[in-house]
């Protein structure tokens, strides 16, 4: 419970999973099938067409650079497994055969300083492994061995041992909870050292007195300003929405787009009840979701424009 791991809601996370990672896999799934239900495609292209996709699923690799003891990446696993067994599924109804699945751990990548949580969030991982495996009806030991999981990296997000701004591993998606400290009390939680160089690191990118989490913002925007990251979604607090904070969402504002948002949401950390903005953020945006809802596009503080009638 120290960890929040008894009191993140798997509801929440989903509202960030779903519009980064799932729902933009099945719209690539239904372009694939719509090209593999052709009459005219060839037997050997739609083989082709499905290993492709299933290919592009193993690849796939989604990172938590915050990733405490693996709720989001577990959550995100299991979607990731769900997705390729339901392709399998309308293949195999297509006439294409069934395959076993192969998507597994190494999909999910984290970064966590606690070196308890890091390995809890590896244990984690395997058991949703596991346990999906047997739920779907494959065959697994009834005393499987769990393979070493360096995906998972204990180490400083944001700081290289040098001061200098750490590199994160690549990955097309980016989720996470990253810790919510204020900017108030980063001087006196993290010490002035620590403060300094990370302030020093990012000078120009994040405000001085800006939130702990708004450096974790503002590497995924760079992340996916580089084309490392296609989408990602972060939870923040609340006050996200305005003074030195809004600034790191007037970037992403400034290089993106936002996707979705939910501007104020209820949330537990630490057994403490907070309120919480969750943010999705791309290159581009088929859509804008605000609290639910289409809007023209969302504001950097996570109000919309109006569609218009």
Not at 25 to 53: D, M, N, S, Y
Not at 108 to 115: C, M, S, T
Not at 133 to 154: A, H, K, V, W
Not at 252 to 277: K, L, Y
Request: glycine letters at 10%; proline letters at 6%; a neutral charge.
């Amino acid at each position: 419970s120290q960890l929040g791991a008894h009191y993140t809601d798997p509801e929440k996370i989903m509202m960030i999973v779903r519009p980064v990672v799932i729902e933009p896999l099945w719209r690539e799934w239904e372009v694939v099938k719509a090209q593999i239900a052709k009459p005219k495609t060839a037997e050997k292209k739609k083989r082709e067409l499905l290993g492709g996709f299933l290919e592009r699923l193993r690849n796939f690799r989604v990172l938590d650079p915050a990733c405490g003891s693996g709720n989001f990446l577990y959550l995100a696993l299991l979607a990731l497994k769900d997705i390729e067994h339901r392709v399998n599924l309308e293949a195999e109804a297509m006439g294409l055969g069934r395959q076993f699945p192969t998507v597994g751990p190494e999909v999910v990548r984290g970064i966590e300083l606690n070196p308890y949580a890091a390995e809890l969030a590896r244990v984690t991982i395997w058991i949703g492994e596991i346990q999906w495996m047997r739920r779907n009806g494959f065959d697994l030991s009834r005393q499987p061995i769990l393979r070493p999981l360096d995906t998972i990296e204990c180490r400083d997000a944001l700081l290289n041992p040098d001061g200098g701004e750490a590199a994160w591993p690549e990955a097309e998606f980016i989720v996470g909870n990253p810790p919510f400290l204020g900017g108030s009390k980063l001087l006196r939680e993290l010490g002035e050292d620590y403060a300094a160089t990370l302030r020093r690191a990012y000078q120009g990118r994040v405000p001085g007195g800006a939130d702990l989490v708004c450096y974790w913002f503002e590497k995924v925007r760079s992340c996916i300003e580089q084309g490392v990251t296609q989408r990602a979604g972060l939870v923040a607090t609340n006050s996200i929405r305005g003074g030195a904070n809004r600034k790191v969402l007037e970037r992403i504002r400034g290089t993106g787009t936002i996707t979705h948002a939910w501007s104020d949401e209820p949330w537990i950390n630490e057994g403490a009840a907070v309120r919480v903005s969750l943010v999705a953020f791309g290159r581009e945006a088929e859509e804008a979701i605000l609290n639910g809802q289409p809007v023209a596009e969302i504001h950097a503080d996570l109000t919309g424009r109006a569609l218009r009638v």
